[in-house]
């Protein structure tokens, strides 16, 4: 049982008096160390990770060791070296790397420092390269904070509110098939592309005027949303018919997380554009655009960051990048084989408990939705606090999504033994919680 001492108590309030509110946790974790599969507070409780602190810590204990190596020695030797302005072999040789993870024909990078940062240059080069002006975008997506990324973003009112207008971007449904009323996955997929086709581009734009769509493989904020393949495959067509570029957002779906390096892999499908961020540093802050050789190139000075393609978060991304290259067969394997164990449990816990509503994913990137009870589907919104909360109390960390979802994401190396563990833990927590709701 987890101990709340008077020290976490203590950074709690000096937080809410110094730092502006942000999303945080119906819980009370305050980091100290650990970043491997366990984590511990500063009150040396000790945790089981099924957040990977928000997709970031992909890998486990072997490449994270790499990165922080890596990043230590390249603090020794020089940290900042100003790419935006000046040229460094090390962050070359890392996008050489890079550009061999995406499909043929996939040559050229832009090194910024976050998630939002690779989408705005995303669409920004999106918009240089087709000279067109709109952006469409998914109900239910996130993309990021800053502007054009958030303008983009519909996954909740509050990040949206007071923050418009925003740019021009037109919102589309996003395939949600355990919500969609009136068919299965199928069905849901053509409606929402007929909905994007005969709707959005031919009463609300001209195709001609969009430079983009953009759009998570698996929704991540959103709730952990898998769309069925047929959708993207239309959604893929529907672009190139009309010179729209697809731009992928891999910010968290990517690296990995579905056993393969790019989510989007696994629809059969490529976007002209990809984004990728979180995982991509190994740790540090990284964001990375990837755009195909054929869109040609960005005229000089109209895009750039001070800190993109700093030198110790490039060797971190590349320790964590070589580890991936020489790991991948069992690296998906692991994926393939845990994701299934850990599916296979939460299935039996959606048998065996009411509000366990939906549980979906692909590989490692997993999310189990709760509701009031099966039939009426209505999010159980504060259930699912209760539940983290729960979690958290036996030693679990996790991490909400959507209106009433939680995402199952540990590392994707993580031990049978550990997930064992933490789905006990987990278990234990929808045990507790639906029974209240019961009784
Ligand atoms: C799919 C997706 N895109 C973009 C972002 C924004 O990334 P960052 O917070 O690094 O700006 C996130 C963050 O959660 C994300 O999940």
Redesign the pocket.
């Known amino acids: 049982m987890i101990k709340i001492t008077k020290s976490i108590e203590k950074v709690l309030e000096r937080d809410a008096k110094v730092i502006f509110s942000m999303k945080r946790v119906p819980y009370p974790f305050v980091a100290d160390h650990g970043d491997g599969d366990y984590v511990y507070d500063i009150a040396g409780n000790k945790f089981i990770d099924f957040t990977s602190f928000?997709?970031v810590y992909n890998l486990g204990e072997d490449g994270r060791i790499a990165s922080r190596k890596a990043a230590k020695a390249q603090i020794d030797k020089m940290m900042h070296a100003a790419f935006t302005d000046f040229y460094a072999e090390l962050p070359v040789r890392f996008a050489e790397k890079l550009v061999t993870m995406f499909p043929k024909g996939f040559g050229r990078v832009f090194f910024s420092n976050?998630?939002?940062?690779?989408?705005e240059a995303a669409l920004k080069f999106a918009k240089m390269f087709t000279k067109r002006q709109y952006v469409i975008g998914f109900y239910g997506?996130?993309?990021?904070?800053?502007y054009g990324?958030l303008g983009v973003t519909a996954s909740s009112k509050t990040q949206r509110a007071h923050f418009g207008p925003f740019n021009s971007v037109i919102h589309a449904p996003y395939p949600y098939p355990y919500r969609f009323p009136y068919g299965d996955a199928n069905e849901c997929a053509r409606f929402c592309i007929s909905y994007l086709r005969d709707t959005i581009l031919e009463r609300d734009v001209d195709p001609e005027e969009v430079a983009a769509i953009m759009i998570?493989p698996i929704q991540?904020?959103g709730g952990y949303v898998v769309p069925p393949k047929l959708f993207m495959k239309e959604l893929r067509k529907l672009a190139s018919e009309h010179g729209i570029l697809l731009i992928a957002?891999?910010?968290?779906?990517g690296y990995m997380r579905t056993g393969k390096f790019l989510a989007l892999d696994n629809f059969g499908v490529e976007a002209d554009i990809y984004?990728m961020?979180?995982a991509l540093g190994g740790g540090l802050?990284l964001?990375a655009t990837i755009a195909r050789s054929s869109l040609g190139d960005i005229p000089r000075g109209s895009h750039g960051t001070t800190f993109g393609g700093n030198l110790p978060e490039i060797a971190s991304a590349e320790a964590a990048l070589d580890y991936v290259k020489r790991n991948m067969k069992s690296l998906q394997s692991n994926v393939k084989k845990k994701g299934k164990m850990i599916t296979d449990r939460l299935n039996e816990m959606k048998d065996d408990y009411e509000i366990v509503g939906d549980v979906r994913g692909m590989g490692m990137m997993i999310g189990v939705e709760l509701v009031k009870d099966k039939d009426s589907k209505i999010p159980a919104i504060r259930e699912s606090d209760d539940v983290l909360v729960e979690a958290f109390r036996n030693g679990l960390l996790l991490l909400p999504c959507g209106k009433s979802s939680i995402r199952i994401i540990p590392p994707i190396t993580s031990t049978e033994a550990d997930l064992t563990k933490g789905l006990d833990m987990f278990e234990d927590a929808i045990k507790k919680i639906d029974a209240q709701k019961r009784n």
Request: glycine share 14%.
């Open positions: 928000i997709s976050s998630g939002t940062e690779a989408n997506a996130f993309h990021g904070r800053s990324s998570e991540g904020e957002d891999e910010v968290q779906s984004t961020a979180k802050p964001g």
